[in-house]
């Protein structure tokens, strides 16, 4: 019931995933992996742009490696546990509501530039303590 209650709190709350309140960097990556969880289960057609700009954001605000690791793997998990909720049939919401909400999420308005850096709608610009080249993101498959 706890996990029901917490996951039905970030579906509720993050479709305007600009968020005005302040969430800490651990609780981000969960929530983003909580998103990417219910795009990827129905099958959203910008599933993997948001898998693309989910690490960017990740990436270019982590304070350190450490934390970058960490919350890649918060991330992951939080994606595994709603998909794998929403495949025993959760009562989150039906596929048309989820990809609405989705396919209009303010990050998708947010620019990725080459070296890994990425400006969210609000006008915030984020920077990867390691740059790296968002093309081999985008080639692996």
Known sequence: ??????????????????????????????????????GLFCESAKHE?????????????????????SALKIYSESKAETYIMKKRGSRLDNCSDVLVRFDNQDIFDSTLYRDGTIKMSNGKTFSPKTKYDVNKVLLKK
């Not at 970030?10 to 998103?35: M, P, R, W």
């Open 49 to 69: 742009t948001f898998e693309m700009l989910a690490f960017a954001v990740i990436k270019a605000k982590a304070p350190t490696k450490r934390s970058e690791k």
């Open 1 to 38: 019931m706890k996990k029901y209650f917490t996951y039905t709190l970030i579906f509720a709350s993050l479709f305007s995933f600009d968020a005005k309140a302040q969430i800490s960097f651990t609780e981000e990556a969960k929530a983003l992996g909580a998103l990417s969880g219910l």
